[in-house]
């Protein structure tokens, strides 16, 4: 996603444009395609064609153009465990019309492993932001830099940086923000790096001089990247810088929560955790897993969440009453991975060797 003035962008298999109102501001909902070919090269794929969608974008100060760049797919599981590739390079889309997204820097080739270190390559971007002036901030991260370009795509200058996952630039100050941590891509997994998760502070005179350095508050990180199985090693982090706010603030996605901090001088001081927040607003915890069950019971219209890893006897689910708003823990019969209800309002349990009936009345067997 990226706004500018009053356009919300949302890019992934085509451009999707929004007003803050909700509406479409005058355009057309649909916009061009925004993602790219590739193939999936996973041995059990057998060279299945896939479609890769960008990870981040920014648009323009004048509202005119999209960037985006950060393409990537996942390869799944495999012997030596999760792959993920990346394309790079950068595109551009008009933001109010419908036509193509055109290459702005760097390659769309899919099975490019190494795409150079020249001042017109790039080597697995994963992000990118505007200034005032209409110049253009890639992080480029498999060559450990920012690149600059100008709004015709030529490169003003190379900001040496410690594995940048995600740039910002300051609208009004033009201090630049270049967040570093570990992200599996092949230049990572092939040297066994180790990242700190940082947050490095230039200052917007053009010289770039680092005025402060602040480790990222990331719940359960690790400094190297390990292909192993479940979620791949760094895209289960996320930040955003909010420049609109008196102090600049820091919105930071880790561990299943969003917490706000604001850049102070010698710390990052939590303004907000909005996982506690939840928590204590809906008396439940945070789930285990990614992965939820969501059921309804047609004869009660109650709503049932599970969080799909159950394994023990006793484990429990969120029953919902949209009507009066309320909630409460219900306790299963024994650990289930999947719910659902008939429409006589009994209840399946499924594990992966047997479903039950109960009667969610009492939770006896039927």
């Known amino acids: 996603m990226a706004v500018g003035g009053t356009r919300i962008a949302l890019a992934a298999l085509r451009l999707i444009r929004l007003a803050p109102d909700g509406s479409t501001g005058g355009l057309e909902f649909n916009g061009p395609k925004t993602s790219l070919p590739a193939v999936n090269q996973h041995y059990c794929e057998g060279g299945k064609p896939i479609e890769a969608f960008p990870r981040a974008a920014a648009v323009s100060p004048d509202g005119k153009w999209l960037y985006l760049t950060g393409y990537t797919w996942d390869e799944g599981g495999s012997t030596a465990g999760n792959a993920q590739r990346w394309i790079h390079g950068v595109l551009r889309v008009g933001l109010d019309g419908q036509g193509t997204t055109n290459l702005f820097v760097g390659t769309t080739g899919w099975n490019v492993p190494n795409a150079g270190n020249g001042p017109d390559k790039l080597n697995s971007p994963m992000s990118v932001a505007c200034d005032s002036q209409g110049r253009v901030y890639v992080a480029d991260y498999g060559n450990n830099r920012v690149q600059v370009f100008t709004p015709d795509g030529k490169l003003q200058e190379s ?188 209840a399946y349990l499924r594990t992966g060797e047997m479903v039950v009936r109960y009667d969610p009345a009492n939770w006896r067997e039927v």
Not at 256 to 280: N, T
Not at 319 to 341: H, Q
């Open 159 to 346: 900001i040496p940086a410690n594995r940048p996952a995600h740039v910002a630039v300051h609208p009004k100050t033009g201090e630049i923000y270049v967040f570093s941590w570990a992200m599996l891509c092949d230049v990572l997994d092939s040297k066994k790096e180790a990242v700190e998760a940082m947050l490095t502070c230039l200052d917007g005179s053009g010289q770039h001089k680092k005025t402060s350095e602040y480790r990222l508050p990331f719940l359960n990180y690790g400094s190297a990247p390990s292909r192993a199985y479940g979620p791949t090693p760094g895209m289960q982090y996320r930040v955003e810088m909010d420049s609109w706010s008196d102090a600049p603030t820091l919105w930071v996605i880790s561990g299943g929560s969003i917490k706000v901090f604001v850049i102070e001088k010698d710390k990052l001081a939590l303004k907000k955790d909005f996982g506690s927040v939840a928590a204590k607003a809906i008396g439940c915890d945070v789930p285990s897993s990614g992965r939820q069950r969501l059921s309804v019971n047609p004869r009660t219209g109650k709503v049932y969440i599970m969080d799909g890893m159950g394994t023990a006897a006793g484990d429990r689910i969120v029953e919902i009453d949209p009507v009066k708003g309320k909630d409460r823990y219900v306790d299963l019969p024994f650990g289930a991975e999947d719910i659902c209800f008939d429409i006589n309002g009994l």
